[in-house]
């Protein structure tokens, strides 16, 4: 069992960056790859990043590939997002995940999430 949560969340202005944060407890952080998705409003959730267990391994949507960076301190069991020229389309609730076989991009895999926390980009 994992519980996840999520902070970091908040207004910026276009361009502008943040850093998203996500805290695992229960055990074994490390045998879990873990992915961060996004959900706007009345839009499907859709995948942004994920970080395979040691943290070597990262794979990104198109959308914010160059802007965003996935890592990991497996020491603090804490999955961090760093976003930066952030852009109004990238409004939306953030949501890390926590997957117990692989990196992967599609949110069908991932068995734990957080609660999200709200980023939002004003022009």
């Known amino acids: 069992q994992v519980q996840l949560v999520e902070s970091g969340g908040g207004l910026v202005q276009a361009g502008g960056s943040l850093r998203l944060s996500c805290a695992a407890s229960g055990r074994s952080f490390s045998n879990y790859a873990m992915g961060w998705f996004r959900q706007a409003p009345g839009k499907e959730r859709e995948f942004v990043a994920a970080?395979?267990?040691?943290?070597?391994?990262?794979v990104y949507a198109d959308s914010v590939k160059g802007r965003f960076t996935i890592s990991r301190d497996n020491a603090k069991n804490t999955v961090y997002l760093q976003m930066n020229i952030l852009k109004r389309e990238d409004t939306a609730v953030y949501y890390c995940?926590?997957?117990?076989?692989?990196?992967?991009?599609?949110?069908?895999?991932?068995?734990?999430w957080g609660q999200g926390t709200q980023v939002t980009v004003s022009s």
């Open positions: 995940a926590a997957s117990s076989t692989y990196y992967y991009s599609s949110p069908t895999y991932y068995k734990y």
């Open positions: 970080i395979g267990f040691s943290g070597t391994s990262t």
